[in-house]
């Protein structure tokens, strides 16, 4: 036995059944932007513009559906549909940085040698710290710019000299710490003018650096007639199968005279002749190595080339990385960056996103200020302890930009080419290098809403409560109704706002087409969803101009106030919690319209001079006389069960016995009081005892726990009697019971 001592053992029997959270909505639609088949979340207008973007003239009206909803509204999920939508972007071309010196103040001629001993004409610019201030002239390797009195580069050993000019009234020697480097390198090219594949516009993140075709001009050929020369910058691409016979789609190296291709490489590097040529020395050892770049062969005695020879091939050295749209679509094409801002001691340059915007039919260009990106392609740690690698630092930060990084090249190795024109030496606005390759894709069909409604099936993954309908097409309001009912092997804690077709308030015999649409289109027999109709007429901020949309939005947004500020058992409808803020509607329903429509399970809207226009009824779809056919019972059921559910989850795996049952049945009475006395319940009973646990529910692990409610019903027709009687009558005598 233990010494005697205290121990502390802690019983919670503070279990209550939950209280209910809110409304959570969805609205899937076909918008200009946003990640595609995926679930965003929505609190207000503004992160619509940011995520979705503001909607044109010819938008999708699920903008506008969503917006309705967040006008009284603050949780909302958004899906975006789209097939085939294409990403628009740059691959960002290659610069190799060497350090030629620093300046002393005195100190004007620089010389040294560029990266890979090698150089392509017309590529190579010279910086003083982070400004340009030279380029080199393709045609003679002169170094040309403002405060360089003379230069040059031998682009075949990539010597360089520079001197500046410390004679005229302007001094322009080096001052004291100034960093003087060169580079070289490949220039920024959109994904349209590299003919990336399809598959790179439908993922950049399939770029396989390989898409950047280099031309390089070889030296000449010595006395024994041997080229020997180094393809910059290595290593080469190698071809993804054997090379048997020349093809400029299989090979990756080919060498041109003039235009005609005379030499290929096989998959080995083995240089060989194309078709029955003999440019080859065959007694000789012909050959590329990949790996580093170096070729050597020797030309045939009897062949004499035309023209100097040019190599043409593919490195997988050539770019940086790539930078693209946040998500696909035509609104791509209205992004652009500039490369700028280089610090070369640190690795770390600046990306700056610009946009075009339409203003009234002119387009305008911005920049966006809040995507300004101090980045590096090495991981540098700034003084917010923020890492600043690119993909880090952007990927999932902005909502215009992603980066991909070329992991081929070391991250110290080179940073991306400058957006400043080769032969400019300041950034213009002109520079803007804008993203090209986005689309839409194709038009999307119902099939593409049914799968973003997968993404919600899993009522323990994702919290749903209304799903606003954005199509008005029967099937999908099918799906929608098998989503929300529980009978049909739905969530059973939602409930869908469908809308009828735009076209059948239109037509002339409106009325019997609604009805006929009702019972023999759509011919849906659910509780767990409403059908509205009524087009309403709203102001387009966005586009100045009046605008007829679907009506599921601001019946949403009437269930989610109406839940937040009374309960979701209250009936969103009348005028008290569903006048609506709109212009008008296409359908002005009399009366007797309202009557038919009503009957048939339609909830019209109701348009009164002086008063207004209000949601006007709140059927389910069932055509079975039940306390089910009104959306405030349906509500009432979908938050006592879910909330019982919820609360019963804690005791799955205790004991069935009294003391378990007594719990369970007190915590259920105490929450169905508080209903009760919300207004929810006429009365309520709730049995967890041995009259419904038999024996044999016991040996097969069950308990049932019996919930008996009355919902309290609306008062949705209003007789307004009026008894007249002689003077001096007892009315307590004549009363109407």
């Given at each position: 036995m233990a010494a005697p001592f205290v121990r502390t053992v802690e019983y919670d029997l503070s279990q209550r059944v939950p209280a209910y959270q809110g409304m959570y909505g969805l609205v899937i639609g076909n918008f200009d932007r946003g990640p595609v088949n995926e679930r965003i979340f929505l609190s207000r207008k503004s992160d619509c513009d940011m995520r979705l973007g503001k909607p044109g003239p010819n938008s999708d009206h699920a903008y506008y559906i969503l917006h309705s909803y967040l006008s009284k509204a603050q949780r909302c999920w958004a899906v975006r549909v789209a097939n085939g939508a294409l990403y628009g972007g740059l691959v960002l071309g290659a610069y190799y940085n060497t350090t030629l010196g620093t300046g002393d103040g005195a100190t004007t001629t620089f010389t040294g040698t560029l990266e890979y001993s090698r150089c392509i004409p017309g590529t190579v610019e010279v910086w003083q710290d982070n400004e340009k201030v030279g380029y080199d002239v393709a045609t003679t390797g002169a170094i040309n710019g403002t405060g360089i009195a003379s230069g040059t580069v031998t682009y075949s050993s990539g010597a360089i000299t520079i001197t500046f000019d410390d004679t005229g009234t302007i001094d322009y020697t080096p001052p004291v710490g100034a960093i003087i480097y060169a580079r070289w390198g490949f220039p920024n090219i959109d994904f349209t003018t590299l003919s990336v594949g399809n598959d790179v516009l439908l993922d950049p993140t399939e770029y396989d650096w390989n898409g950047r075709t280099i031309e390089l001009e070889l030296v000449d050929a010595d006395t024994n007639g041997q080229i020997s020369d180094t393809l910059v910058p290595y290593a080469i691409d190698a071809p993804d199968a054997a090379v048997t016979a020349y093809d400029d789609t299989d090979c990756t190296l080919v060498i041109y005279d003039g235009t005609t291709p005379v030499i290929y490489a096989d998959e080995n590097g083995d240089l060989q002749n194309v078709g029955a040529g003999t440019y080859l020395d065959a007694a000789e050892t012909n050959a590329v190595n990949y790996s580093t770049g170096a070729i050597s062969f020797y030309l045939d005695a009897g062949y004499t080339p035309t023209s100097d020879l040019t190599a043409k091939y593919t490195s997988l050295y050539s770019d940086a990385g790539v930078v693209y749209s946040d998500n696909p679509g035509a609104w791509t094409d209205n992004v652009g960056v500039i490369i700028r801002d280089f610090s070369i001691p640190d690795n770390t340059f600046y990306i700056q996103t610009w946009e075009k915007t339409s203003v009234n039919g002119t387009y305008l260009t911005n920049y966006v200020s809040s995507d300004n990106w101090k980045v590096s392609r090495d991981d540098v740690i700034d003084g917010w302890n923020q890492n600043l690698q690119w993909e880090e630092r952007i990927n999932g930060n902005s909502y215009y930009l992603r980066v991909l990084d070329n992991t081929n090249l070391e991250a110290d190795e080179c940073i991306p080419a400058s957006s400043i024109a080769h032969s400019d030496l300041a950034i213009e606005a002109d520079h803007i290098e804008w993203f090209d390759g986005g689309s839409d894709g194709t038009a999307v069909s119902v099939s593409n809403y049914i799968t973003a409604l997968d993404l919600f099936e899993n009522k323990e993954a994702v919290d749903l409560d209304i799903v606003m309908d954005t199509l008005g097409n029967p099937t999908y309001h099918t799906y929608i109704a098998?989503?929300?009912?529980?009978?049909?092997?739905?969530?059973?804690?939602?409930?869908?706002?469908?809308?009828?077709?735009?076209?059948?308030?239109?037509?002339?015999?409106?009325?019997?087409?609604?009805?006929?649409?009702?019972?023999?289109?759509?011919?849906?027999?659910?509780?767990?969803?409403?059908?509205?109709?009524?087009?309403?007429?709203?102001?387009?901020?966005?586009?100045?101009?009046?605008?007829?949309?679907?009506?599921?939005?601001?019946?949403?947004?009437?269930?989610?106030?109406?839940?937040?500020?009374?309960?979701?058992?209250?009936?969103?409808?009348?005028?008290?919690?569903?006048?609506?803020?709109?212009?008008?509607?296409?359908?002005?329903?009399?009366?007797?319209?309202?009557?038919?429509?009503?009957?048939?399970?339609?909830?019209?809207?109701?348009?009164?001079?002086?008063?207004?226009?209000?949601?006007?009824?709140?059927?389910?779809?069932?055509?079975?006389?039940?306390?089910?056919?009104?959306?405030?019972?349906?509500?009432?059921?979908?938050?006592?069960?879910?909330?019982?559910?919820?609360?019963?989850?804690?005791?799955?795996?205790?004991?069935?016995?009294?003391?378990?049952?007594?719990?369970?049945?007190?915590?259920?009475?105490?929450?169905?009081?508080?209903?009760?006395?919300?207004?929810?319940?006429?009365?309520?009973?709730?049995?967890?005892?041995?009259?419904?646990?038999?024996?044999?529910?016991?040996?097969?692990?069950?308990?049932?726990?019996?919930?008996?409610?009355?919902?309290?019903?609306?008062?949705?027709?209003?007789?307004?009697?009026?008894?007249?009687?002689?003077?001096?009558?007892?009315?307590?005598?004549?009363?109407?019971?």
């Open positions: 098998n989503l929300c009912d529980r009978e049909r092997g739905g969530r059973g804690d939602c409930y869908g706002i469908l809308y009828t077709p735009h076209s059948l308030e239109v037509s002339t015999n409106y009325i019997v087409d609604l009805v006929n649409f009702r019972k023999y289109t759509q011919n849906l027999n659910c509780t767990w969803v409403g059908l509205y109709t009524g087009h309403v007429k709203i102001w387009d901020t966005y586009n100045s101009r009046e605008l007829y949309v679907p009506p599921s939005g601001f019946v949403g947004a009437a269930f989610s106030y109406t839940a937040d500020q009374y309960d979701p058992w209250w009936v969103a409808a009348g005028w008290r919690r569903g006048l609506l803020p709109i212009l008008d509607v296409y359908r002005r329903y009399t009366q007797g319209e309202r009557d038919v429509l009503y009957d048939n399970e339609l909830n019209p809207m109701r348009f009164k001079p002086g008063k207004g226009i209000a949601i006007w009824g709140q059927k389910t779809l069932t055509p079975v006389a039940s306390a089910l056919d009104r959306a405030n019972v349906r509500w009432l059921l979908i938050v006592i069960e879910n909330a019982i559910e919820e609360f019963l989850d804690d005791y799955v795996f205790e004991f069935n016995d009294q003391y378990t049952r007594s719990l369970i049945r007190a915590a259920v009475n105490s929450y169905l009081e508080t209903i009760k006395n919300r207004r929810g319940l006429y009365t309520y009973d709730v049995v967890c005892d041995d009259t419904n646990n038999s024996s044999d529910d016991i040996d097969n692990y069950r308990m049932n726990v019996d919930t008996y409610v009355q919902p309290v019903k609306a008062a949705e027709y209003i007789y307004n009697r009026v008894i007249i009687t002689r003077t001096g009558v007892d009315f307590s005598t004549v009363r109407i019971s």
